[in-house]
C-alpha cells in the first residue's frame, strides 16, 4: 500500500505541476484552430510535392488533436481526395508539432526538448516522404482506400468529424473577439482537454508507478548509459519500442518520457520515444481497420524508420552544437502541492478554464461530447449530430448551437 501511494503521489505532483501548461497550451491552440478552417484543408492536399506537404504540416500543427483524433481526421482527408502522404504529413504534424506539447516539455524537459521536437517533426515528415515515394506502391495505395471507403470504425471519429471554427467573416481579431469566437475557442478546448484526458491520466499513472517501482539501476543497464557511443546507437531504436508497448501516446508520453530520461535513455532515443505516439498498439490496430493489414505493416515500418533517423539527426546535431542539456535538469515533481509560483499560475490558469468549461456547456457542448467517439464520417449516426453555429450570440437557434459539423463537407 505504501508504494501505491509513493506512485499516486508523484503522478498527482506531476499533474500539479504541469496543469497551468496545459491549459495554456491548449488554449492557444484553441485560439489557433477556432480561426483555421477545416473545410480549406482537402483541396491544399492533393500531392505530395514539397510545398504541399509544408502546408500539411502547417494545417496539422494548427489543428492541434489527440492521437486518435488525429488518425481518424487524416483517414477522413484521404478518403475525400487528399493525397496519402500528405495526410500523414497533417497527422504527424497535429500530434507533434503543437503548443501545448513544446511547452509542457519545456517545462519537465528543458527548452532543448522542445526545440528538438519542432526541428524532429519536420525532419520525420520529410524522411517519411521519401521512404513512401521509393517504397509506397500504388497497387498498395488503392487498396488502402478501398479498406478506408468501408468505413470501419477506429476511436474518436465524432471528435475528427468536428470543424469548430469561426464561420463569420471579417478581419482576424473582429472575429475571435466576437461572441461566435468565445464560443468556437471554448468549443475546440473542452473538446480537445476531453479527447486527451484518458491519455494523459493514463501516461501520469505509468510514469508515476514507473519513477516509484523500478530502479535507476535497470534503466541504466537497459539504455546501456555506462557506454555514451551505444547508448547513442542504441537509444533512438529502442525508444519507439518503449512508446509502441507503453499504449500511451500524444501528450500522455511526456511524463514517461522524463522518466525514461532521467534513467538513462539517449537525447535522441528520447525525441523518437515523443514522436512513436503514433505506433502505439491500438493505433497499429486501427491502421489495420482503416488501410487494411499490409498497409499497417508498412506505416508501422516506414513509421518505424522514420522516428529513428529524426532521432538520430537530433542527436548528431544537438550533440554537435552543445545543447544536450544536463539530465537533472529534467524535473520528477515529488513536492505536491506548495504555495509558489505554480500554485499562482494554476490558480489563474483554472479560473480561465473554469470560463471556457460555463460558456461551452451553455452554448450545447454537452451535446458535442455525447458524439465525440461518433462515427466515420458520412455515418447516419454521426451525420445527425452535425448542425450548425448559432449567431453571434453563441446561444441556440432551433437547436444546439454548437453541435458538430461535418469538417469535410
Known amino acids: 500500500m505504501r508504494s501505491i501511494v509513493h506512485a499516486l503521489s508523484i503522478a498527482g505532483s506531476m499533474t500539479w505541476e504541469i496543469t497551468w501548461a496545459l491549459i495554456l497550451g491548449f488554449a492557444l491552440s484553441a485560439v489557433v484552430e477556432a480561426v483555421v478552417r477545416r473545410s480549406t484543408i482537402v483541396r491544399l492536399l492533393g500531392d505530395d510535392r514539397p510545398r504541399t506537404l509544408a502546408v500539411a504540416a502547417g494545417l496539422g500543427a494548427a489543428s492541434s488533436s489527440c492521437s486518435y483524433a488525429a488518425v481518424a481526421l487524416a483517414r477522413a482527408l484521404f478518403r475525400k481526395g487528399a493525397d496519402f502522404t500528405a495526410a500523414m504529413a497533417f497527422e504527424i504534424a497535429s500530434t507533434n508539432l503543437v503548443i501545448e506539447l ?25 524522411v517519411l516522404a521519401v521512404l513512401f515515394r521509393l517504397f509506397l506502391r500504388d497497387k498498395l495505395i488503392r487498396e488502402a482506400r478501398n479498406q478506408a471507403d468501408r468505413g470501419l470504425a477506429g476511436s474518436m471519429e465524432g471528435h475528427a468529424a468536428m470543424d469548430m471554427s469561426i464561420q463569420r467573416q471579417g478581419s482576424f481579431a473582429r472575429r475571435l473577439f466576437s461572441a461566435e469566437g468565445f464560443t468556437s475557442v471554448s468549443h475546440v478546448f473542452v473538446m480537445e482537454w476531453a479527447a486527451i484526458i ?14 516509484a517501482w523500478v530502479p535507476d539501476s535497470f534503466w541504466r543497464g537497459f539504455f546501456v548509459a555506462g557506454h555514451p557511443l551505444a547508448a547513442k546507437v542504441w537509444g533512438p531504436l529502442i525508444g519507439p519500442v518503449v512508446a509502441v508497448i507503453s499504449f500511451v501516446c500524444s501528450i500522455g508520453n511526456v511524463p514517461l518520457a522524463v522518466v525514461l530520461w532521467k534513467g538513462g535513455i539517449s537525447f535522441g532515443g528520447v525525441a523518437a520515444f515523443i514522436f ?34 529524426a532521432g538520430y539527426l537530433v542527436e548528431l546535431v544537438f550533440g554537435g552544437l552543445g545543447l544536450v542539456p544536463s539530465r537533472a535538469s529534467a524535473k520528477i515533481p515529488t513536492g505536491g502541492v506548495s504555495l509558489d509560483y505554480t500554485t499562482w499560475l494554476n490558480i489563474v490558469f483554472l479560473l480561465l478554464a473554469a470560463v471556457l468549461i460555463v460558456r461551452f456547456a451553455r452554448t450545447g457542448g454537452l451535446a458535442m461530447l455525447r458524439t465525440m467517439g461518433g462515427g466515420p464520417p458520412g455515418d447516419a449516426g454521426a451525420e445527425a449530430g452535425h448542425a450548425h453555429h448559432g449567431g453571434d450570440s453563441g446561444q441556440p437557434q432551433g437547436g444546439p448551437a454548437t453541435t458538430p459539423r461535418e469538417v469535410l463537407s
Open 102 to 126: 513544446g511547452v509542457i516539455l519545456a517545462l519537465l524537459m528543458g527548452w532543448q526538448f522542445t526545440l528538438a521536437e519542432f526541428a524532429g517533426g519536420p525532419v520525420m515528415i520529410v
Open 198 to 211: 484518458r491519455d494523459l491520466a493514463g501516461g501520469l499513472l505509468i510514469a508515476g508507478a514507473i519513477a
Open 276 to 309: 512513436a505516439d503514433l505506433i502505439i498498439l491500438p493505433i497499429l490496430n486501427i491502421y489495420r481497420k482503416y488501410y487494411g493489414l499490409r498497409m499497417a505493416i508498412f506505416l508501422l515500418g516506414s513509421f518505424f524508420a522514420a522516428m529513428a533517423i
